[in-house]
């Protein structure tokens, strides 16, 4: 109306999302006066992870850092064990096993999924390989059945049975062939940091699902006492039996998380609906040639936690990041590959060793993503993608 536009708002790339009941479940911890660990909102959010995930047991953890930590732990790996990991994940994936004194074996991903590679774990397998750890990308399973078969036999050159494990950290509420992803390794990891899909600022969960980790897991997560068993009358003190650490969230994490909790189909349901939104928004540049979307393969059944992009090479990308940043659009990338960080180049990795994960790396945006982006911020993200290759 003959004023001058003013600048767009800004488009965040994440928002954490209230679910509504959170401060209600805080206040009736409150009131409970439990506010330390392993009450009833523990033992509620727990329950809901056994049921949604198929884990034969759940336990809440401070973080996803902490539960991969407990997962070393249990899968007993030390000095002179080798541990399979992505290089293309967060830097809690290596951590957990890196603290245990454990060489880390970095392998490649796949390029379509960007996960973890079958055939590059494989040819990495030797006698003193002790665990492979997973990533569920974007909440896309890996390929379990090929994964689980692998870890079962020891594959090509192992000494035997491989402990399988999960970092389900973007992976809650998605599936394998139908099966929750969380439910095939030995043990897996969830995440609720505030990007995540259900959220408590910070948490996470382990997944136990070889039942005879279970009693030693209660007691790590005890602080390496027997707590858990003396609570249930199963000894007759409670004193240090084990390796352990505090690994379990206060009442008021899970009061908070278990109103996500409750949520959990709306939650999803919103994060899909924005990324077919994209997918169908950006369909026409991908048909074109000027970018790709993601590729889910028939086994999966995602979660709608991420949605990326990949771009010719570094150059559009970041070009790209830049347009949309100075239209007010918040977009990222991740990870730097671990194997060529400073901790990764000081264990001997160079540059050229993963080539896929190099590549990919360089050419991936992450666009907006969460549960109250509104159709109108999307048409602002895909119009501007569109006004980068048109102009
Ligand atoms: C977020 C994340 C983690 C760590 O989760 P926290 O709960 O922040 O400790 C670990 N692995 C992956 C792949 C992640 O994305």
Redesign the pocket.
């Known amino acids: 109306m003959g004023l001058e536009p003013s600048a767009p708002a800004p488009i965040p790339f994440n928002k954490p999302f209230i679910a509504g009941k959170e401060l209600y479940n805080i206040s009736q911890a409150v009131l409970s006066g439990h506010l330390a660990g392993n009450g009833v909102f523990t033992k509620k959010c727990q329950a809901w992870l056994e049921t949604q995930t198929g884990c034969a047991k759940a336990l809440m953890t401070a973080?996803?850092?902490?539960a991969?930590e407990m997962a070393a732990i249990l899968s007993g790996v030390g000095p002179g064990d080798e541990v399979i990991i992505p290089s293309f994940?967060?830097v809690?994936?290596a951590n957990a096993f890196h603290l245990r004194g454990a060489k880390l074996v970095f392998a490649d991903i796949a390029p379509d999924t960007l996960n973890i590679d079958p055939a590059s774990v494989a040819e990495r397998i030797t006698p003193a390989t002790k665990a492979v750890c997973v990533?569920h990308y974007a909440g896309v399973g890996c390929e379990m059945d090929e994964f689980t078969a692998l870890c079962e036999t020891g594959g090509k050159g192992a000494r035997g049975r491989i402990t399988l494990i999960e970092?389900a950290?973007?992976a809650i509420c998605a599936y394998y062939n139908d099966k929750p992803l969380g439910s095939f390794g030995d043990l897996s990891?969830f995440?609720?940091?505030e990007?995540?899909n259900f959220i408590s600022g910070?948490?996470?969960a382990l997944g136990i699902n070889d039942p005879t980790l279970i009693e030693r897991a209660e007691i790590i997560w005890e602080k390496g006492t027997n707590r858990s068993q003396f609570f249930r009358g199963l000894t007759d003190k409670y004193t240090w039996v084990d390796t352990g650490s505090s690994f379990l969230p206060s009442e008021l994490i899970t009061a908070f998380l278990y109103a996500q909790f409750e949520q959990a189909g709306e939650i999803t349901r919103r994060r899909l609906a924005g990324w077919r939104y994209y997918q169908e928004g950006l369909r026409a540049l991908e048909k074109a040639g000027d970018l790709r979307l993601p590729f889910i393969p028939a086994h999966s059944r995602h979660n709608g936690h991420m949605f990326y992009i990949l771009l010719q090479d570094v150059s559009t990308r970041d070009a790209l990041m830049e347009h949309l940043r100075q239209r007010n659009i918040m977009a990222v990338f991740h990870y730097v590959p671990l194997h060529t960080s400073p901790m990764g180049l000081s264990m001997g990795y160079r540059e050229g060793m993963l080539p896929v994960t190099e590549d990919m790396s360089g050419r991936i945006l992450r666009l907006p993503l969460f549960y109250d982006l509104s159709a109108e911020d999307q048409d602002r993200v895909i119009g501007a993608i569109r006004g980068f290759f048109a102009g």
């Open positions: 973080s996803c850092t902490g991969l994940t967060f809690s994936t990533v970092d950290a973007h990891a995440s609720f940091h990007t995540k910070e948490g996470g």
